[in-house]
C-alpha cells in the first residue's frame, strides 16, 4: 500500500506563493511519473502538472508559467511551487503516483488527504 502525504497548504493573498511537499513511506522515484491534482468541492480532480525527470514537465494551461513541478531524489519528496496565485487556485492539492501513456498522465489509485490550499482577493 503506497501512502503519500501532502503538506504545505495554507490560506493566502492573491499574488503570494506557496510550496506544497508529498513525501511518501515508498521510494517515489521508483515511478515512472509523479504529479500534482487538485480538486474544489462539487468539481472532478484535476490534473495540474506532472513530471517523468527533469526535462519532461507537463503543466496544465490554467498554472503554466505559475506553477513548477519538481522531485527531490536524496529527500524522496515531490514539490509543488506555486507563485501568482489567483482565488481560482484554491483547492485541495493531491500528489499522485503513476505513468504516462504518450503524453497522458496516467495515476494509480493512490491518494492521500491532501492539502488545503484558500487564495483570497
Known amino acids: 500500500q503506497i501512502q503519500l502525504v501532502e503538506s504545505g497548504g495554507a490560506s493566502v493573498q492573491s499574488g503570494e506563493s506557496l510550496t506544497l511537499t508529498c513525501t511518501s513511506s515508498s521510494a517515489l522515484n521508483g515511478f515512472s511519473a509523479l504529479a500534482w491534482y487538485r480538486q474544489v468541492p462539487g468539481h472532478q480532480r484535476e490534473l495540474v502538472a506532472f513530471t517523468v525527470n527533469p526535462e519532461n514537465t507537463n503543466y496544465s494551461d490554467s498554472v503554466k508559467g505559475r506553477f513548477t513541478i519538481s522531485f527531490d531524489h536524496a529527500k524522496n519528496t515531490l514539490y509543488l511551487q506555486m507563485d501568482s496565485l489567483r482565488p481560482e487556485d484554491t483547492a485541495v492539492y493531491y500528489c499522485?503516483?503513476?505513468?504516462?501513456?504518450?503524453?497522458?498522465?496516467?495515476?494509480?489509485?493512490?491518494w492521500g488527504q491532501g492539502t488545503q490550499v484558500a487564495v483570497s482577493s
Open positions: 499522485s503516483t503513476g505513468w504516462t501513456s504518450g503524453d497522458t498522465y496516467r495515476p494509480y489509485n493512490y
